[in-house]
């Protein structure tokens, strides 16, 4: 499938502050955006996804952009919370299969 | 509902043995994916069931192999073990074979080959 880079690597923010994730794809017929969590020694867990179709979606806290022209899409978590802590991958369709991001190590000081 | 289980949580292994590594879909979901999960390269798809036939195949050799049974659950067999196959493996289940349906992860079986 094809690549999509994720940044940043890892992310340290102060309790109650936002994070933003952003990840690059280069299929331009991907149509499929999910996010996942995956805490440690768990497997990852769908937290958020949007489809080709809309800019932007929220749920809560937490909020994904789509820009299909730049092709690229981020996650955005506001009011952080220690629990937020956590490995977040951003994925994408590349043909018949969800080609995933290297993954960003999110770590929320209290 | 039940999440999707894999057994066994923990595997060692010597090089040259094979494993079979198995997985539970979630009730009533059908399509079955299995992906390798590395520090170095990440979350990689190995392949993926539904109806008990392979659908979509990942870029991995052919040592790697799995199968889907009539009432979904899924095992991936790894023949001659090599060091480089220790691993995370999960599973995902989904309700249809549709890639832009959402999968859901099993807690995955930690492969250590030594």
């Known amino acids: 499938g094809e690549n999509v880079e994720q940044h940043p690597s890892t992310l340290s923010v102060q309790e109650g502050d936002s994070a933003v994730i952003k990840c690059t794809y280069s299929d331009s017929a991907s149509n499929y955006f999910p996010w996942y969590k995956q805490e440690l020694g768990k497997g990852p867990q769908l937290i958020i996804d949007?489809?080709?179709?809309?800019g932007e979606k929220k749920d809560q806290r937490i909020a994904v952009t789509l820009n299909k022209t730049a092709k690229h899409f981020s996650l955005h978590i506001t009011e952080t919370q220690p629990e937020d802590s956590a490995v977040y991958f951003c994925?994408?369709?590349?043909?018949?299969?969800?080609?995933f991001g290297g993954g960003t190590r999110l770590m929320v000081k209290p | 509902k039940a999440g999707v289980t894999q057994t066994p949580r923990y595997l060692i292994k010597t090089r040259g043995q094979q494993v079979t590594l198995s997985c539970s879909p979630i009730s009533g979901h059908r399509s079955v994916s299995w992906y390798q999960q590395t520090p170095g390269q990440g979350l990689q798809f190995l392949f993926e069931y539904f109806s008990e036939t392979q659908r979509n195949k990942g870029n991995f050799p052919g040592r790697f192999s799995g199968r889907q049974f009539s009432n979904s659950r899924s095992e991936m067999n790894v023949s001659t073990l090599e060091l480089g196959d220790s691993a995370l493996y999960l599973c995902?289940?989904?309700?249809?074979?549709?890639?832009?349906?959402?999968?859901?992860f099993g807690p995955g079986t930690r492969l250590t080959v030594l």
């Open positions: 995902a289940s989904s309700l249809v074979t549709r890639v832009t349906d959402t999968q859901y």
């Open positions: 949007i489809r080709s179709n809309v």
């Open positions: 994925a994408h369709n590349a043909g018949n299969m969800l080609t």
